[in-house]
């Protein structure tokens, strides 16, 4: 079949096929960590749907919304070359009324740590995700593990909201040097990839050592090392399913995430630890 470029809900309507149907809800600029999420996707349904939209609400005045990449020649390669029945690929104007007033909250989760640094931008995830899943239907959404506080949030949405979708994470991909992929690595320059690689190095030293103490302790002297170039804006270990903070003595799993600024790019990363384990 060949690949389907809907742009609105009427093309979506056409494009629908039979079976099972699941949704890979990307920005764009597509890299292999895409391309593992379509792959599971594809192993998971008998249709693909790509989504690949730029969320005006879901960045905030300061941010990149402007200069975020947009190579849809490129990702539409991609997509046919992996077998994606139909691309999602609408304008602001397609997907948001002029006189839109209604959105998500994402609460008391939606402000701490990622939320913390980037008032709103979660209800801007969720408001953009639960447009999706209501506009394509899928039986299954995949989202990557990198931005675990997301895949948090979408999970706690689908599960307060009953939405019948099965939410599953796939793992982060990284580049041979450790380096998480991300569409944002393209503003890296050569000294500044140097510099970004204390954050997987830091979440790698951190998950050696068996006690939250320990383990904050170990990755904040990895990025204290990196020196001034890696503007750090959080290191924190917290439990995978609220995002709150672990106490010491936290049995099970826990996510170490990070987040800094090299040169004019913001970078986030992070790693699922399994404490005390008996």
């Known amino acids: 079949m060949d690949l389907i470029v809907a742009r609105n809900r009427d093309d979506l309507v056409k494009a629908r096929a039979g079976g099972e149907v699941a949704l890979v809800p990307t920005m764009g600029a597509l890299h292999e960590g895409h391309r593992s999420l379509i792959r599971l996707a594809r192993a998971r349904a008998d249709q693909v749907v790509v989504s690949i939209f730029v969320n005006p609400l879901q960045f905030g005045p300061t941010e990149d919304f402007s200069r975020y990449p947009r190579t849809f020649d490129a990702d539409l390669e991609m997509c046919r070359s992996e077998g994606v029945g139909v691309v ?80 599953i994470g796939a793992p982060t991909v990284r580049e041979p040097d450790g380096l998480a992929l991300s569409s944002r690595n393209r503003y890296l320059s050569a000294a500044d990839r140097q510099v970004a690689l204390a954050l997987s190095r830091a979440l790698r030293e951190g998950a050696a050592e068996p006690a939250p103490s320990r383990i904050r302790a170990a990755a904040q002297q990895v990025l204290d090392a990196a020196g001034p170039e890696l503007d750090v804006d959080y290191l924190v270990l917290v439990d995978p399913a609220t995002f709150t903070e672990v106490e010491e003595s936290h049995t099970g799993e826990a996510v170490l995430a990070v987040a800094a600024r090299v040169g004019g790019t913001r970078l986030i990363d992070n790693v699922t630890l399994t404490l005390n384990p008996t």
């Open 88 to 167: 999602f690929h609408p304008s602001a104007e397609d997907m948001y009324h002029p006189d839109r007033q209604v959105s998500l909250l994402s609460g008391r989760m939606g402000e701490i740590v990622e939320g913390a640094s980037r008032p709103g931008h979660f209800d801007g995830v969720l408001t953009v995700v639960l447009k999706l899943f209501n506009l394509v239907q899928p039986h299954v959404a995949i989202f990557g593990q990198k931005d675990a506080q997301q895949l948090a949030l979408i999970r706690r949405m689908v599960a307060d909201l009953d939405v019948p979708v099965e939410i």
